[in-house]
């Protein structure tokens, strides 16, 4: 599926709604809404409860809104209610996670609610809002309150309570658009998680920016080119680092704390002077700009902002220098099969991974990992692609065991998942590979190696919470044990040791460092030694993984 | 099943209180709007005295746990969608709760529920 959408050239004009809307307006209002969840999609998947980057809550719901638009998207149809259908199959089709669920299911009641409706006016609105929280609500038998379904439910109050003072279609969406944002502000009232993580309800919020942004579109409010800054937090400075263009030869990011409220029209329109791929963060006040300069303005961004704020931290990467070693280390060497042989696909979160399972043996690799799982149809690619027909695949991450699954059943080819939950065991299972050797006796082998190894996991918290009884503040380091959170301190070093003494590595023989990108080799060099003091009779191996968010994967057997 | 040791003794957790734990986070998830008997007696066993494990099998080897679920999901949903919601859920709270690893937990779709017709 594509990522992106031409854009109707009648967004950001100020539409008349009058006091009926067709199935064109409509469209045109689901689309005002994936562009605006679009534009606000990492500030969604920034609001994730558990202290680990694993939010993808704004990605799901613009998975599952494209999917219902690309239904629609050559439709011509003026019927709204046909219209309406026809959004409701396509986003219960595409619906992607449980907020992508829920939303298919309010879409669903929405266009049941129409009937076969030509167009729509202000009363049929309030009771399509009301039927969209109806069929919300039947599809669980527990109603979490504080959640999406609470926001559907405020959402469909407010309507009704508006409409007797006969508003028009566009004083009514106001009043719509209002009690969503207060419901989703109460949030944290309603459901105690949300309150001790300090966030308001992902999934409530994801559908608050979808009505907010037909309503931008109503009021002629701009969709596209708004200036957003994200949380410091969902900055994902690495992946900018995937391609670099002449002009963009240094990587420059500097934090600095403002002297006064920034303008961020001027402070992007200065930047974009200066150089390409800007982005800028906010937390706490602190700012953090990033942005790609050719070799003659490295210092232009710093003295830029020197101007503006107190400079805080300034780093400066030669981008060309790191391409080219990136490049000459990119080669991956993939185990050829031929028919009737047996290939292994495997599930890789950074480059240094995907090498290694190349190098045991595997012979397809789908990227993918804790913030960004792959498609069905991306795995299923991979199998088809395979000249085999007897395949193994290792997701190597719980949540993407499933799609796994999923693609599995979809092929005609024969397929087994053994379901490792992470990096660890996906290579624990793969030293058990044979190409020439049994399917079932191989697929046996290597269910029963994913027990014989512990993972270990060293990350830093997003934000402050306590979970299992751990307190944890925002920037301090963590370490998970077999996904469960055991530790917070102040040091990866500590996180490090305390991980490998709950995990009873006395009782082991073999520990396995993989370092992500997020860390120096020089840390990385200096921590594994002070291990090997710890443990002097064990064998330690360190390797590149590469992974993003993670500083270490680490194997315990 | 024993769960762990300290110096003063051991702990137990048995088998039926871990489906419980399994049956009210699938009860809990959304889209699964019951569970099922997993057969014909044990449907008759449950209309004489209401288990609180119905619709959910466990396995234990002793050191990890497996879960097969039976479940009831409401018509009008992407199924594969909702089931790994379910999946998810309960081994989050299952080895929250009792700290052992989940090697494996399967969903069976018995019925679909239908509330409206569209």
Known sequence: MSNSFEIHPSIGKQTDLGTRIDGQELKTLVEAGMTWLKVNQQMVNALNVFPVPDGDTGTNMLLTMQAAYSEIAQSGERNVSKMAHAIAQGALMGARGNSGVILSQLWRGFARALDSAETMDAAMLVRALAESRNTAYKGVVRPVEGTILTVAKEIAAAAEQELPQAPSLADLFESVVNAADAAVKRTPELLPILKQAGVVDSGGKGLFIILEGMLRHIKGQPLEGVVTVQPLAAMQLEESMEAVEPGQDFEVVVDFRPYQPLDLEKFYAELSEIGTSIQVGEGDGMYRMHIHVPTENRYQPIDYTMQLGTVTKVAIENLLAQMESEGSKSQLSLHPVEPGQIAVVAVAPGKGIARIFASLGVSAIVEGGQTMNPSTEQILAAFENLPTDQIIILPNNKNIVMAAQAAASMTVKKVAVIPSRSVPQGLSAMLRMEHNGDFDTIVEDMNQALGDVETGEITIATRSIEINGVKVNSGEVIALLNGQLIESTSSIENACLQLLQKAHTEERERITFFYGQNISKEEVNRIVDSVRAVYPDHEIELHEGGQPHYQFIISIE | ?118
């Open chain 2, 1 to 118: 099943m024993k769960e762990m040791s300290n110096p003063l003794g051991n702990i137990y957790v048995s088998q039926r209180a871990i489906a419980t734990i399994a049956a009210q986070s699938a009860l809990a998830s959304y889209g699964v709007v019951g569970l099922a008997a997993k057969n014909l007696a044990e449907e008759v066993a449950q209309t004489l005295v209401k288990d609180p494990t119905k619709g959910v099998e466990l396995h234990f080897d002793g050191r990890s746990i497996g879960v097969d679920l039976y479940l009831v999901i409401e018509y009008g949903m992407r199924i594969t969608t909702v089931a790994s919601s379910v999946v998810d859920a309960v081994r989050y709270q299952i080895e929250k709760a009792t700290s052992l690893p989940v090697k494996y937990v399967n969903v069976h779709v018995r019925g679909l529920r239908i509330s409206d017709t569209d």
